[in-house]
C-alpha cells in the first residue's frame, strides 16, 4: 500500500512543479531536496518513537541495577570497642622528682696513726656494724699499754707505802710522839699517791684504747666503698679517709613538692590518711616499691617555693644506691565522684582533646574533653562527658569523621577488668 501511495504524493508535488499548461518552471533545488527529505522521513517517524522508548528503558534498568551494584559492595560498619564511663571515688596521686639518700653515710678515718698491716674487707661489699676493715700495726700500742701497766703498779706500791706511813703517823700524833706537821705530811703523801695511782690508771686505759683503735671496724652497717689507704702505707689519726661506708637498709628519698600540692597533701596527711608513696627507680621499667613518708621539712624554700618531703623504702638486698634517681607518686587529693575513661580514648587534636562517643543509634560524634590527672590506666575527665556514655576505647582508627555508623561491642573501662572479663567468657566456653 506504501508503494502505491508513493508515486501518487511524487506525481502532485510534481504537477506543483509544472504550470498548468504543462510548462516546466525553473528548477528550484532547495525546494526539491525539502520535499524529498519529507516524504522518505514521513514513513519512519512511527519507529523513531518506539526506538526512543526503548533506550529510555534501557537506561532506567541500568541505572537501578548500578545502585544496587553499589550498595551490595558499600563494607559493613567496622567493629569498635566501647565500654561505659565510670563513676567513683579516687585518690588523685602527683609524681615528683627524688634522689636516694642513705641515712647514715660515714667517712672512715682512723682514730690513731700508724702504718696499715691489713685491708681486711673487699671493697664494694655489704658489711655488718663491727667487722674489721683495717689493721693498723699494733706493736707501738702494745708497748704502750705495758708501759702504762708498769706504771699503775709502781703507783699502786707507792700508794701501799703512803697508807702504811699515813696510818702510823696517827698512831704516834696520839700518843704525842711526832708533831701535828709531821702527821699532816704524811697524810698529804697519801693524797699524793692515790691521784698517781689515777694519773696511771687512766693512762693504761688510753693506752688500751689506743691498742684497740688499731682495729678499724664498720660503725654502722652497710656498703663500703674503695680502699683508699692500701697496706703499707701510713695513716694519720683523724686525717687520712680509709673508705666511705654508706648504710642501705633502709634508704631515704628526698624530694621536693610544689606549693599547691604541698598544700594538697597536707590535708590529707592531717585527716589521718596513709602516709604510703610508690617509688619507681631510673632504669627499672614498670616495677614500683611502696615507702612511708616519715619526714616534711617545716617551711617551703623560698627560693623554689618548693616542700621538701623524705620517704623510707625498705631495700634489704642493697640493691638500691644512694644518689640514684627516683619518681615518688603521693596523694594529693580525693575526689567522691569522679568520671573516668580509659586513657587509649583520649585522643590530641592540637591543643584540644577529645573521645568519640556512640550515640544509641551506633552513629559516632566527638566529643571535646577536659582531663585531669591519671588514676593507673584510667584518665580523669574533668568536663565534656556524663554518666552512661559510651566511649571508644579500642578501633578510634577506623572512624573517619563525624556521624559515621560502627558496631559496637561493649568491654569494660578497665584493663584489668578487661583480662577478667576474658578469662571469664573463656571458662565459660570451656565448660
Not at 682514730?111 to 689493721?135: C, H, M, P, T
Not at 684504747?209 to 656498703?223: C, D, H, W
Not at 574533653?369 to 584518665?379: H, M, Y
Not at 555508623?405 to 569494660?412: G, S
Request: glycine content about 8%; proline content about 5%.
Amino acid at each position: 500500500m506504501s508503494n502505491s501511495l508513493y508515486p501518487k504524493r511524487l506525481n502532485k508535488r510534481s504537477n506543483r512543479l509544472l504550470g498548468k499548461n504543462g510548462n516546466a518552471h525553473k528548477a528550484n533545488p532547495i525546494a526539491e531536496r525539502e520535499t524529498m527529505e519529507s516524504l522518505t522521513a514521513k514513513p519512519f517517524r512511527g519507529s523513531g518513537r518506539l526506538l526512543g522508548l526503548a533506550v529510555a528503558i534501557t537506561v532506567l534498568l541500568t541505572g537501578c541495577e548500578a545502585q544496587s551494584d553499589e550498595a551490595a559492595s558499600m563494607p559493613p560498619p567496622p567493629e569498635v570497642d566501647v565500654a561505659e564511663v565510670v563513676v567513683e571515688p579516687v585518690t588523685l596521686w602527683e609524681s615528683f622528682t627524688g634522689r636516694v639518700a642513705s641515712p647514715e653515710t660515714v667517712d672512715l678515718r682512723p682514730r690513731v696513726s700508724g702504718y696499715i698491716d691489713k685491708v681486711a674487707f673487699e671493697e664494694g661489699e655489704l658489711v655488718q656494724a663491727g667487722e674489721l676493715l683495717f689493721q693498723i700495726d699494733p706493736r707501738p700500742y702494745e708497748a704502750q699499754k705495758q708501759a702504762a701497766s708498769a706504771e699503775l703498779a709502781l703507783a699502786n706500791s707507792q700508794l701501799d707505802l703512803a697508807r702504811s706511813e699515813a696510818g702510823r703517823a696517827k698512831t704516834l700524833l696520839e700518843s704525842r710522839a711526832i708533831s701535828r706537821e709531821e702527821y699532816d705530811q704524811r697524810n698529804t703523801a697519801l693524797m699524793s699517791a692515790r691521784a698517781r695511782v689515777q694519773a696511771a690508771q687512766a693512762a693504761l686505759d688510753t693506752a688500751e684504747l689506743n691498742l684497740q683503735y688499731t682495729r678499724v671496724t664498720a660503725p654502722v652497717s652497710g656498703r663500703t666503698g674503695r680502699a683508699l689507704v692500701t697496706q703499707g702505707n701510713l695513716a694519720n689519726a683523724d686525717q687520712s679517709l680509709l673508705t666511705t661506708l654508706v648504710s642501705v637498709d633502709p634508704v631515704h628519698v628526698y624530694f621536693e613538692a610544689d606549693e599547691q600540692s604541698a598544700f594538697s597533701s597536707q590535708q590529707l596527711l592531717a585527716n589521718g590518711q596513709p602516709r604510703d608513696v610508690r617509688i619507681s627507680l631510673g632504669g627499672e621499667d614498670g616495677r614500683q616499691y611502696q615507702g612511708e613518708l616519715d619526714f616534711v621539712d617545716n617551711h617551703l624554700n623560698p627560693g623554689t617555693g618548693t616542700l621538701q618531703y623524705r620517704a623510707v623504702l625498705n631495700n634489704p638486698d642493697g640493691l638500691i644506691k644512694p644518689g640514684q634517681f627516683a619518681r615518688v607518686e603521693m596523694p594529693v587529693a580525693e575526689l567522691d565522684q569522679a568520671l573516668l575513661v580509659n586513657r587509649k580514648a583520649v585522643l590530641t587534636d592540637q591543643d584540644r582533646r577529645f573521645v568519640y562517643v556512640v550515640d544509641e543509634q551506633n552513629r559516632v560524634a566527638p566529643r571535646q574533653v577536659t582531663t585531669g590527672r591519671q588514676v593507673e590506666d584510667l584518665q580523669v575527665i574533668r568536663e565534656g562527658l556524663k554518666h552512661g556514655d559510651l566511649v571508644i576505647i579500642n578501633g578510634v582508627q577506623k572512624v573517619f569523621g563525624a556521624g559515621m555508623q560502627v558496631k559496637p561491642q561493649l568491654v569494660a573501662m578497665k584493663e584489668s577488668d578487661q583480662g577478667e572479663g576474658a578469662v571469664a567468657i573463656a571458662q565459660e566456653l570451656a565448660q
